[in-house]
């Protein structure tokens, strides 16, 4: 029997497949579409709800987990590409079958381009309703088996929060699980980017301190006279501004941990007292008459080389042998290119449901690219290259064009910046800095349709950030909005 209105066809449904009951959800404006789909899919093997409006699709996608879900295009309270986003946005691990009338194969395209998993256009038979069901759910079976391998393999090569399978990093793992269950000093060396802070919180998290405080502080980030009240705290009326005493960083990390970064940066006189402390657990307050005793691990990192600096005269060589006792030293990114597959694989699971849910792998070209590049950045440098590829990707995969690399090859264009060298060098920085933060606000805006809490999610803002910044920049959210066509409102 055929329906009016170019309605599925009926005929002998076919035979359900061997898998388990499987969750469907069919959301269509016309009952007796819902009713027949229903009877297909139970038919089938297949566990199935139905709903006539997309709100009711959301609220039942809420409420319980569906494997799929079938959608018309064309619903009465929005738009099936409407409804298509949110579920991409919302629910990124149910897949999404669309339907639409016969003729639009246009739309059936851009539903595919924003995640739907496949189509079908009416009429169609049931067998056919049938195949596309099985399709799904052997793709989902696949891809499922596929992720779930890669992260066992990816947890073979993790430590705490590090994962790595080259050698060098294998030896690292193995002197942190030393080194953590004694309360040694440990110097911790390696370019920007290479995950020196990453390790320190390993340490400390495979040490009995575990359950105690870890603080990180960054010596090169205060000058001289603030660095010693962030270390060591002060009292009231210390200095100017010491409305109230404040404890320093040894004290609040009392029992724990306590990172000092960029260590190679800390000026001549500070590093006397500083290493007072390392000596002894002994300090006082900036302004304090009081000697206070503090129980801490400490754990140094930089990226200068100290033996140099103590060569130099910089940095003083009883404190450098009092933080030197372990050393390790972390290589760059590009000595470990095994590692960018693993990385990457870890950056999208990280990043992906929340940025592009619709992007699921990374294209030969483009992984190809990746290892080739020389990565000044390192780790830092590559996952802030996966999450802006991932915003800026349209399809179900990275592709080279959407790797913003300088390596000879075209990248993602960046907002024009006319240079001009009468302004002094903070004026022009200003200004490089708010060209960039507009094209940031500008991209996020289209890719959130205008969404300012989504905006400010992405952002890392508050909503009210978020408005000032567009007022300065005299954007205009609305023009950024979708009608239920498509068409900017």
Not at 154 to 168: T, V, Y
Not at 250 to 271: C, H, R, Y
Request: glycine letters at 6%; charged letters at 25%.
């Amino acid at each position: 029997m055929r329906h009016d209105g170019g309605r599925p066809t009926q005929s002998t449904p076919c035979a359900p497949p061997p898998a388990a009951t499987r969750r469907v959800l069919v959301v269509d404006d016309e009952a007796v579409i819902c009713k027949y789909l229903l009877q297909v899919l139970r038919d089938h093997g297949c566990e199935a709800v139905a709903h006539q409006t997309g709100q009711g699709a959301l609220k039942e996608l809420d409420q319980g987990h569906y494997s799929v879900l079938v959608a018309d295009i064309r619903l009465q309270d929005m738009s099936g590409l409407e409804l298509l986003r949110q579920v991409r946005e919302r629910f990124p691990e149910t897949s999404v079958v669309v339907i639409t009338a016969h003729g639009s194969i246009e739309t059936a395209i851009e539903a595919m381009k924003l995640g739907a998993t496949d189509y079908l256009t009416k009429p169609f038979r049931a067998e056919e309703f049938c195949l596309v069901i099985d399709k799904v759910f052997s793709e989902r079976r696949l891809l499922d088996e596929v992720a779930q391998l890669r992260w066992e393999l990816a947890g073979e090569h993790r430590f705490e929060n590090m994962i790595s399978q080259d050698p060098k990093m294998r030896e690292i793992f193995s002197t942190i699980a030393r080194v953590a269950a004694t309360d040694a000093t440990v110097l911790i060396t390696g370019e920007t980017g290479t995950g020196k802070e990453l390790v320190a919180r390993a340490i400390h998290n495979k040490s009995p301190r575990r359950d105690k405080p870890f603080m990180a502080i960054n010596c090169g980030a205060f000058p001289e006279t603030l660095l010693e009240s962030e270390l060591f705290g002060h009292e009231q009326g210390a200095f100017t501004g010491a409305v109230a005493a404040k404890p320093g960083i040894f004290e609040v990390a009392n029992t724990g941990s306590l990172l000092l970064d960029e260590i190679g940066n800390i000026p001549p006189a500070m590093q006397v007292k500083l290493l007072r402390v390392l000596e002894s657990m002994e300090y006082k307050r900036v302004g304090g008459v009081e000697t206070r005793q503090c129980d801490v691990r400490v754990i140094a990192a930089t990226h200068v080389n100290l033996a140099e600096a103590v060569a130099q005269g910089t940095f003083r060589q009883d404190l450098f042998y009092r933080v030197n006792v372990v050393p390790i030293v972390l290589p760059p990114l590009r000595e470990r290119a095994a590692d960018i597959p693993l990385l990457v694989e870890h950056f999208m699971r990280r990043y992906g449901p929340t940025l592009n849910p619709a992007v699921r792998d990374v294209s030969r070209p483009a992984m190809r690219k990746l290892l080739r590049h020389s990565w000044p950045g390192n780790i830092r440098q590559l996952d802030h290259v996966i999450q802006r590829a991932l915003i800026l990707a349209e399809g179900d995969a990275l592709l080279p064009e959407h790797l913003a690399l300088d390596d000879g090859e075209p990248a993602p264009a960046a907002p024009e910046f006319d240079f001009n060298d009468q302004l002094s060098l903070d004026e022009l920085r200003e200004r490089l800095v708010e060209r960039l933060e507009r094209s940031y606000l500008e991209r996020a805006l289209q890719r959130h349709q205008g969404s300012i809490r989504k905006t400010a999610q992405q952002a890392g803002l508050s909503e009210r950030s978020v408005y000032e910044k567009l007022k300065k920049y005299q954007l205009d959210r609305r023009t950024y909005k979708v009608t239920r066509q498509g068409a900017p409102s």
